[in-house]
């Protein structure tokens, strides 16, 4: 069984950085596309960034393009979501999640198999 464990949200203040991370355990991660979504009270599950080993590619959506950095270390199995330049628009609760397979796109909450608990991330002077 497949586990993903987030950490490293907390409140920052606007223009700050912040780093999550994504544990995985249960399987190797490079056999993974894994992504980041968040969720603010209210709104719909909204895709950040993902990233596929196998093609060492990344994706992001565009309101954290140029700020939001994803990347993987495969020696830890842990996959990292590097945040700069944070505005209060960014507060959310952040979600790791996993998937072998992408069946239809990497924005797509409903092609992801495995989802972790969410850490928050608040961005507020």
């Known amino acids: 069984q497949v586990q993903l464990v987030e950490s490293g949200g907390g409140l920052v203040q606007p223009g700050a950085s912040l780093r999550l991370s994504c544990g995985v355990s249960?399987?190797?991660?490079?056999?993974?596309?894994i992504g980041w979504f968040r969720q603010s009270p209210g709104k719909e599950r909204e895709f950040v960034a993902a990233?596929?080993?196998?093609?060492?590619?990344?994706y992001y959506a565009d309101s954290v393009k140029g700020r939001f950095t994803i990347s993987g270390d495969s020696a830890k199995n842990t996959v990292y979501l590097q945040m700069s330049s944070l505005k209060p628009e960014d507060t959310a609760v952040y979600y790791c999640?996993?998937?072998?397979?992408?069946?239809?796109?990497?924005?797509?909450?409903?092609?992801?198999?495995?989802w972790g608990q969410g850490t928050q991330v608040t961005v507020s002077s």
């Open positions: 990233f596929r080993w196998t093609y060492g590619s990344t």
């Open positions: 249960g399987e190797t991660v490079t056999k993974y596309a």
């Open positions: 999640t996993g998937s072998r397979y992408i069946l239809s796109s990497y924005s797509d909450p409903g092609t992801y198999d495995y």
